[in-house]
Structures are given as structure tokens and as C-alpha cells.
């Protein structure tokens, strides 16, 4: 199965490769997101697509991490704010650089605004989490990935969704 995705990793990262287009394996790959300067990572085979920030619809009386719903293609998404999720406190939003990562949970579509996407990347080793990854309650996180940019927190999508 194609993701949305790879093609847009393709074009992006690889654009510098003089365009080659290079067949990878989705299985042990994750999707690097940033919070500041905190990073953590998705796995790809959880990612439908990334897009850049559009307008969220607020909705009142909701959880106090969801920003809202959007349109995306005709079907309304909701979006979540993983910095109001991990309880990080907000900042301004840099529209260049921030994105909406739609992922599919149980079916369904979900958005979670992140400050950036940073890279596709694949682990040399990944270690089992421990109660003091970041400041993140630990249950957020289903491992601790080593790559050659240090460590960086495997995000549990049905925690960081459901809760």
C-alpha cells in the first residue's frame, strides 16, 4: 500500500537527490515531528498524509487539546493540539513551518498540529520507554528510538489520541 505520504517525502527530502525516486521498506520507518525543540516521532505506517496549516473550526465545550475540525477534501477531520495534549503551553503558530499530521485511528481520520515535520528516519536501535523520557507523562510513548541525532520518543498514537 502507497501512503500520500512517501510522495511527499519524495518530492521533499530526495528533491535533493537530483529527484531519484527510491523504493524503502515502511516498516521500520517514523516520521520525525517537532514541538520546539523537543522531537519525537510517529511511526509512517500510522501517517496518512501531512499538509500545511489551514483554518480550524473551534468547537465549544470540547477536550481541552482539541484546536477544532477542518475540511480536508470534503471530509471533516478533527485536529488536535499536541503541545496542548503534552501540556507544553502554546505558542504562536509559524504558519511556514507548521503542519498537520493526519493519521488514521480506527478508521478514522485525525490531525494533530505539530511546529514542524522534520525528516523520515529509521532507528539503529529502539529501547523500551522509561518513566522519564521528557516531561511528557511517560504513557504517551511507546519506546525511545537511537538515531545519529541522540534520542528521540516513539509516540503511542492511541494514548496521544485516546488517552
Do not use: C, W
Not at 477531520?77 to 499530521?101: C, D, N, W, Y
Request: no cysteine; charged share 20%.
Amino acid at each position: 500500500m502507497k501512503y500520500i505520504l512517501e510522495k511527499y517525502y519524495i518530492t521533499t527530502f530526495l528533491g535533493s537527490l537530483g529527484g531519484e525516486i527510491v523504493e524503502v521498506s515502511q516498516q521500520d520507518q517514523y516520521i520525525v515531528v517537532e514541538l520546539g525543540t523537543e522531537k519525537y516521532a510517529l511511526k509512517i505506517s500510522e501517517v496518512y498524509e501531512i499538509i500545511k496549516m489551514q483554518k480550524i473550526t473551534a468547537i465549544p465545550n470540547s477536550k481541552a487539546f482539541l484546536e477544532g475540525v477542518t475540511n480536508i477534501r470534503g471530509k471533516i477531520v478533527p485536529i488536535i493540539s499536541l503541545r496542548k495534549r503534552f501540556q507544553m503551553g502554546e505558542t504562536p503558530v509559524t504558519l511556514h513551518k507548521a503542519r498537520i499530521v493526519v493519521v488514521n485511528h480506527n478508521e478514522e481520520m485525525i490531525g494533530i498540529v505539530v511546529d514542524g515535520v522534520n525528516q523520515v528516519i529509521k532507528f539503529s536501535d529502539i529501547q523500551p520507554s522509561t518513566e522519564i523520557v521528557s516531561r511528557v507523562d511517560s504513557s504517551y510513548f511507546q519506546g525511545v528510538g537511537q538515531s545519529e541525532e541522540g534520542l528521540i520518543g516513539i509516540l503511542n498514537l492511541e494514548h496521544v489520541l485516546v488517552g
